[in-house]
């Protein structure tokens, strides 16, 4: 069975900083990657998705991920955050050929400050 | 642009009544999901539809039944509700049940259990 650790529960940074919230799977077959934000009181969207191909993907508001097949991580990150970065991030593995069965990991409060 | 909606947004019980969580989506997707989120826990599959007319057990069944209404409804029903299942719930659905498909979220239902 997949599985997914994000070390960091809570990652503090000042605005215009770079932050990277940090990912790894373990799976014994190929898999999808995805991250999804979680604003206060609202459901998650979807940031961005690794499927196949080049293993920088960009997403929206300005994130990134880079997929490392060797080290089965899946790191988020961006270059400048603002304060409406503010939020929870989760990442998630689902299996290729498994059906859409998402399994998420326990998520980073990611809180920038002035 | 509805996408996925959840009612109640909010709701409080007493331990042993019964509750039905209603979601609807308007995309016209194949696939729908119920997980319930806990602090630390991430979300948690509880039982997923691929098409209408099929319903499976997620990682966390038990207390729960489901019904796939239609193809836009996904109902979730307590049947004698209990502490344990104090959480928030999320609904969501997907074009198609692929394991490459991203999944679109309602904003969740918040109940407690007394």
């Known amino acids: 069975a997949q599985s997914v650790t994000q070390l960091d529960s809570q990652v503090p940074v000042f605005e215009e900083a770079p932050v990277e919230l940090r990912c790894n799977y373990s799976s014994s077959v190929s898999v999808y990657l995805f991250w999804y934000v979680q604003y206060p009181n609202q459901g998650l969207q979807l940031l961005l998705k690794y499927l196949s191909g080049s293993t920088l993907v960009k997403g929206i508001n300005g994130f990134e991920a880079e997929f490392n097949k060797s080290q089965t991580s899946f790191h988020l990150r961006k270059p400048s955050v603002h304060i409406s970065d503010t939020a929870e991030y989760f990442c998630a593995v689902s299996l290729t050929g498994g059906g859409n069965k998402l399994t998420f990991g326990t998520g980073t409060q990611l809180k920038v400050e002035l | 642009n509805a996408g996925v909606t959840q009612t109640p947004k909010f709701q409080v019980l007493k331990t042993g009544q019964s509750m039905t969580l209603q979601c609807a989506q308007d995309?016209?997707?194949?696939?729908m999901y119920w997980y319930r989120q806990d602090p630390g826990m991430g979300l948690r599959l509880i039982y997923y539809s691929a098409s209408e007319g099929t319903t499976d057990k997620g990682e966390v069944p038990n207390g729960y039944n489901v019904s796939r209404l239609n193809k836009r409804e996904f109902s979730l029903r307590l049947e004698s509700a209990a502490p344990s299942q104090t959480s928030v719930y999320f609904c969501a659905s997907s074009l198609e049940r692929g394991s490459n498909q991203p999944q679109h979220f309602g904003d969740g239902t918040r109940l407690s259990i007394l």
């Open positions: 995309m016209n997707h194949n696939s």
